[in-house]
Every structure is written in C-alpha cells, then in structure tokens.
C-alpha cells in the first residue's frame, strides 16, 4: 500500500473516529438535555398545579368563598360582600389558570365539573342577595340556595390525586431518561476504544439504510392509514376503467370483498341505465387530466351488489405509477345529506305555512326569522321585524322582573311558557300565550331562541265575562257576596297591618216588600238599581257597596282613623234611602234601615263582622226603622 494510500486510510479511518466520537458527544449531549428539559417541564408543572389547587381550596372551600357565603346567609351583613367577591374572583382565576396546564381530557372534565358547581355558587349568591334585599330570613334563604357541593369536592378531589399521580408518572419516566443517558455513555465508553474503520463504516451505512427503510416504510404505512381512515370512498381506476385500489370505505359501501372489487370495471358501480354516459365522461377525464369535483346536484347515482342505488359525490384526482395514468375518486355516500335537505325544505315549508305565530332570535336576542301568522298577530312587517329585538312589542304591562324571570328560566331549564301582554302595531294591547325554547349547538352554547305564540284575546274576553259572573249581581253590577267577603278580608288585613279600622254597614229596604206586590218584580229590579246608584253615590272611593242578595246590601268602609266619620257616612246613607214610588192607589214610601260593627272592636273575622251588622240592622227596624245602629250599643243587651 502506498504512503498516499495509507494517508488516505488514515485520515478516512481517523476522520471515521472523529465522527463517531462527535456523534457520540452531540448524542450525549441531547440526551442529558432532554433529561433536564423534561424534569424542569415536570417541576414548572408541579408547582404551577399545585399552587393552582392550593388557590382554589383556600378560595372556594369551607375557608374561603363557601365560608363567606354561608355567613353572609346567616348573619346578612354587607362586610362580607367584598370577601365574597374577591374569593369568587380568585377561583375563577385560579381555575383558568389550572386550565392551560391541563393536559388530558380527565383533568378538562374535571375543571368543567368545578367551574359548573362554582357558576352555580354565582348564580345562588347573586340569587341570595335579592332574597335578603327582599327580607327573607336566613334559613328562607338558604333554602332556596342550598347547592350541592359533591361534584367540585369530587374534581378537587380527582386534580389532586392527577397531580400526585402526574408527579409520580414524570418522576419515573425522568429517572428512566437518565438511566437510559448513563447506559449510553456507558456503552460508548466501552465501544469506543473497539471502533474500527470497518465497522464503523458498516455500522454508518448499515443504519442509514435501515433509517431509510424505516422512514420509507413509515411514510407508506402512514399513507396507507390515511387513505383507509378517510370517510370518504376512495377507488384508484386506470385509463381502461379497471379498479386497481380501494380503501375500507369503499368495501363498506358497496358490499364487495377487495377480490371482488379489485379488476372490477368501474361502470359496474353504476346503475346499467347510467354506464354508457359514464364511460364517455372517463375517457373525457383521461384525455385531459385536471383534478375537479363531478356534478353535486344529485345526477350521479352509484348501485350496490345487493342492487341498492343511492346519489353520490365525487372529486376526482389523478397520479402516476410507472408511467402509468391513474385516477383517484374519492366518493360520498349523500343520501343522508338528501334527506336531510328534504326534511329541511319540509320544516321551512311547516314554518311558513303554521298557523301558530313563530319567532326566531338569535342568542342576542336579535329577530332573524318570524313567519306569515307572526307578522298578522304584530301588524308589522318582515323588514320592519328584521334585527329588532321583541322589546319593540313590549305593552308596558310588564316590569323588568318579570322579563329577568323569562331569562333565567331559560337558563335554567332552557324552556319558559306564560302570558305576555304585546303591544300591536296600531298600539293595542293584545295578550298571547308565549312558548320559548333555547336551541343549543353541539357543545351546549345558546344559539337561537324559537318562540310560538297563541292569540288568547278571546279567551280573556270569556275569563272577564266569566269574572264578572262570579263577583258581580247581574241586576244592579254590584260586587255580590264572594266578592264583598274577599275585600273585607282584604281590609281587615290591611287595618290589622296599618293599625285602623274597618265598618261593616247592613243595609236593608223598608218597604220594598210592598212595591214588589203592588207594581210588580220589573219595579222591585227598577227600585233596586237605584238604591244601588244612591249607595255608590254616599260612599268614597276605596269603598264597597255590594248587593248580598233580595234587597239585602252591605257597605264596607275602609282604612279609618276616626270612628266619628262612620256616623256622618251612615246618616248620608240614610238620609238618601228616603224614596217615594208612585203608585195608583197611592205614593209608596220606601226607606233603609242599617246596622253597623266595627274592626276590631265588634268581630275578629268577616263572619262575626256581618253578624253583627245584620243584628244592628234589626235592632234598628225595631225602634222604628228609617235609622241606623251599631253593635256596640246593643251587645250588652244582646249578651
């Protein structure tokens, strides 16, 4: 061998060494890297977790936000509003925070399951401080409030042992790394005084090759694997029409086997009616190669060994292998998709054609959508309704309660129903029946509001005709015994609250009896309207006259302070039953004759108190009618 030969051996066999030992180093190097990359990762983990579950514990927990609350309810003290608000803002914070270290689905669930019971926690304080504002006691309010804390203790509970469990599973794959790294330098150092230029080159070209191989055989693999995880059917076809690859999809949705479907002319995928067409538009594609979908109008139907056919469609993609053209289609089954459109024109045609009014927001509360019935009950428009919101038909029957409760049903249950008065385009109001739902998308978030409404003008109208029935004497439109028995318990409740008092007058004709014998009932009806005109006109406004039966009448006097302003309301009512009625045989002489009790001095509830009256009202016709009398100067004879 020659000294240029043997230089050249040298310097290969020393630049060989040079690379082995630089590979060994940079090898090492990153191995020890990567150890220290994975513990600081580990300990920048463990201690941001950590610190967020001791923030969340301390804030949220029987120290922190839950503590506050519950004594807020107990004591109802404003001092601990701040406390309650800062550990609430805290949580929140803390929670986010454990969210972006959060690395499986587990831990996600978890923190979804805390935030929810903490959302809930917010929702029940701000719901507590309307209580207390309204005066309830603390246990009315903690009934109301009460939440169940089962799932946050369970997610506190899950993060914690996850992050035990996370510390342990780092720990061990760390130690794992560094034992790997002091093997390697091991076996360097063990290798390194044997490498020989043979060898080494062997072991160079031998692992480039295998890495080669490797990195081929992945690259394939992962082909492979994409093409048999696409949803879509994928076929490979030649110039000739002959099916030369398939993916699983495809199999599945044709019920062919690979051998029966590989060699197959592609035509034979199509009903018989359609192969001809399908083979010009092959050729057509071969002809001129360009990658493009093929007519999504629903045209291209596909038949099944079983000779079931269905509307397909297909992108179409070309290669080359060997030299050879090849086209790639990827195929969709649409039949769903066509059904789905169809059901979809049949709910747009259900929509417009109901005859129930229908109303669609979007979570904004912003109208996107209303058909034909809803623009006849508003009196407005599809352009005039158009991104307004349903406040523009607000009657201003309601407060703004009563709108806050619709919303907070909806996000409770995401369903309300109830009476809303709207306000018509010509400025009537008109009362529906009102049905909102909340539609949610697939991850549970409000989208749209869908609200039908149902004209209820007539059915008020019979519920007034009926009220007015049930409460009122049809002859003289006085309020009648039931309505009269419900506003003097009303006034005797608000006497007992505002320390006055209340006087029960019954009124009785003398000598109607006579009228009704003499003229007739028509006159008796004509004698009691008036009677009826003459009683509302003596009494004041927050007053009642009302018609208990015959020519029985009662008043109820209300919220007096004085009980001598009782005598001058009952000489005026006296003083006014003094009616003359013609009659042939001579003028009849009608008068009234009233008794008198009082709250709370002659009766405790509405019985006792017309009783009572009705016995002051004998008392008297007895000293001579034409007169009144109270209670209170006959009990003693009475008792």
């Known amino acids: 061998m020659s000294l240029r030969s043997k230089i050249i051996a040298i310097t290969m066999i020393a630049t060989l060494l040079m690379a082995s030992l630089v590979f060994f180093g940079f090898e090492t190097k990153s191995r020890i890297l990567s150890v220290e990359a994975q513990w600081h990762d580990f300990n920048q983990y463990a201690a941001k977790s950590n610190y967020a579950l001791a923030r969340i514990s301390t804030h949220f927990g029987y120290g922190g936000f839950i503590h506050y609350f519950k004594n807020y309810i107990l004591h109802q003290t404003d001092d601990l509003l701040p406390k309650i608000d800062e550990n609430l803002h805290e949580t929140y914070h803390a929670i986010e925070e454990y969210r972006s270290l959060s690395r499986s689905d587990e831990e996600t669930q978890a923190l979804e399951n805390l935030l929810h019971v903490v959302n809930i926690y917010r929702s029940k304080y701000k719901f507590a401080r309307k ?9 009315e309010v903690e009934i109301h409030v009460q939440v169940n804390d089962t799932p946050a203790l369970t997610a506190i509970d899950f993060l914690t042992r996850n992050a035990l469990e996370q510390s342990r599973k780092r720990e061990r794959e760390t130690s794992m790394k560094l034992a790997s790294a002091i093997s390697f330098i091991e076996l360097g150092a063990l290798l390194i005084p044997l490498i020989a230029l043979v060898a080494g080159l062997l072991i160079i070209f031998i692992r480039r090759i295998m890495e080669a191989n490797q990195k081929t055989t992945a690259a394939r693999a992962y082909a492979e694997s994409l ?12 110039s000739g029409g002959y099916i030369c690859g398939v993916n699983a999809r495809t199999l599945s949705m044709f019920g062919y086997s690979q051998e029966e479907m590989l060699g197959k002319r592609v035509e034979a995928l199509m009903p018989p009616r359609l ?10 594609f071969f002809s001129n190669l360009m990658s493009r979908p093929i007519d999504k109008s629903g045209d291209l139907i596909a038949i099944s060994k079983d000779g079931r056919e269905f509307p397909v469609e297909i992108s179409l993609s070309h290669t080359r292998n060997n030299g050879t053209s090849l086209a790639i289609a990827a195929m969709r089954d649409v039949s ?36 034909d019935a809803f623009c006849r009950l508003t009196g407005y428009s599809r352009e005039e309704l158009m991104a307004q919101t349903p406040a523009m038909l607000s009657s201003g029957r309601h407060d703004e309660t009563f709108y806050q409760s619709i919303w907070e049903s909806l996000e409770n249950s995401d369903h309300w129903q109830g009476e809303v008065w709207n306000r018509h385009k010509d400025g009537e109001a008109c009362p529906s029946l009102v049905t909102i739902s909340s539609v949610k998308n697939h991850t549970g978030q409000t989208t749209h509001f869908v609200a039908t409404y149902s004209d209820i003008s007539s059915l ?10 049930a409460h009122f004497d049809q002859l003289t439109s006085l309020p009648n015994r ?3 028995h419900d506003r003097l318990r009303g006034a005797r409740a608000r006497a007992h609250r505002n320390q006055t008092i209340v006087a029960v007058m019954y009124v009785d004709l003398d000598g109607f009896k006579a009228v009704n014998d003499t003229l007739g009932h028509a006159a008796g009806d004509q004698l009691l309207g008036k009677v009826a005109a003459q009683l509302r006109a003596c009494v004041r406004e927050d007053d009642t006259v009302a018609r208990l039966g015959g020519d029985e009448f009662a008043v109820l006097f209300n919220g007096l302070e004085d009980a001598a302003l009782i005598e001058q309301l009952a000489e005026r009512i006296v003083d006014s039953l003094n009616i003359t ?26 019985e006792s108190l017309l009783e009572r009256a009705d016995q002051a009202m004998y008392e008297a016709k007895r000293r001579g009618k034409h007169q009144y009398c109270f209670y209170r100067d006959i009990k003693n004879n009475l008792g």
């Open 227 to 238: 093409v048999e995880a696409a949803p879509d059917a994928w076929l490979i076809v030649d």
């Open 275 to 284: 192969r001809h067409q399908h083979v010009d538009q092959r050729k057509s």
């Open 336 to 371: 769903k998709k066509r059904k789905a459109e169809q059901r979809l024109r049949l709910t747009q045609q259900v929509f417009e054609i109901t005859a129930e009014p229908i109303l669609i927001t979007d979570s904004e509360k912003r109208i996107l959508d209303m058909n």
């Open 581 to 606: 009625v013609d009659c042939d045989s001579g003028p009849l002489q009608v008068s009234g004759s009233a008794g008198i009790s009082i709250y709370p001095l002659d009766g405790e509830n509405e």
């Open 460 to 469: 008020k109208e019979n519920e007034d005709r009926l009220e007015l029935l």
């Open 482 to 484: 039931m309505l009269f």
């Open 131 to 139: 209580l207390i504002a309204e005066g309830n006691t603390p246990r």
